[in-house]
T-cell receptor, first 114, second 113 residues
Framework: AQSVTQLDSQVPVFEEAPVELRCNYSSSVSVYLFWYVQYPNQGLQLLLKYLSGSTLVKGINGFEAEFNKSQTSFHLRKPSVHISDTAEYFCAVSAMEYGNKLVFGAGTILRVKS | DTAVSQTPKYLVTQMGNDKSIKCEQNLGHDTMYWYKQDSKKFLKIMFSYNNKELIINETVPNRFSPKSPDKAHLNLHINSLELGDSAVYFC????????????FGPGTRLTVL
């Protein structure tokens, strides 16, 4: 079975400051990792995904994430946030052995303050 | 040009009623999903269909019955609605590989009174 832990339920940060949203996963098989963003009253949109290769993955809106296999982590970072980044962010994992099923973490609300 | 659309956006109904939520995707994808997001925003997969065949069924009560009339549609029918069914239901679609991005619809907020 797989599971995802997002260590922070809420992260407040000032505009133009850097941010890191933490994600750890647990799986007995090799995994694929995803970050999705959900703006208020909307569906989820993919920010980035790690499938293989380079452990540093760049996504949309200036976000990036680093896959760390030894620490089973996939933390999301942005060097300078904007007010418009205020949203909920979900880390998710999938694996070939479990079909196309995405297993999500509980989400982290990023609140960007001016 | 909506990629994944759901109707209705909001659904308010009484306990015991039967209701349906419709989902359509125009991306030409082979696989479609239903997810439930509870009041704590926790997202969990319910069902997945590939080319109209059920491939994932995550021990959802049998009051929930997905129906896929064709590859582009996956509807969710719920019988005998209960208070605990109140949630936001998201439809998603992807091509058939596990590495492919899932595209989500805008969600249907179901409130059972």
């Amino acid at each position: 079975a797989q599971s995802v832990t997002q260590l922070d339920s809420q992260v407040p940060v000032f505009e133009e400051a850097p941010v890191e949203l933490r994600c750890n996963y647990s799986s007995s098989v090799s995994v694929y990792l995803f970050w999705y963003v959900q703006y208020p009253n909307q569906g989820l949109q993919l920010l980035l995904k790690y499938l293989s290769g380079s452990t540093l993955v760049k996504g949309i809106n200036g976000f990036e994430a680093e896959f760390n296999k030894s620490q089973t982590s996939f933390h999301l970072r942005k060097p300078s946030v904007h007010i418009s980044d205020t949203a909920e962010y979900f880390c998710a994992v999938s694996a070939m052995e479990y079909g196309n099923k995405l297993v999500f973490g509980a989400g982290t609300i990023l609140r960007v303050k001016s | 040009d909506t990629a994944v659309s759901q109707t209705p956006k909001y659904l308010v109904t009484q306990m015991g009623n039967d209701k349906s939520i419709k989902c359509e995707q125009n991306l030409g994808h082979d696989t479609m999903y239903w997810y439930k997001q509870d009041s704590k925003k926790f997202l969990k997969i319910m069902f997945s269909y590939n080319n109209k065949e059920l491939i994932i069924n995550e021990t959802v009560p049998n009051r929930f019955s997905p129906k896929s009339p064709d590859k582009a549609h996956l509807n969710l029918h719920i019988n005998s609605l209960e208070l605990g069914d109140s949630a936001v239901y998201f439809c998603a679609s992807s091509r058939d590989r596990v590495t492919d991005t899932q595209y989500f619809g805008p969600g249907t907020r179901l409130t059972v009174l």
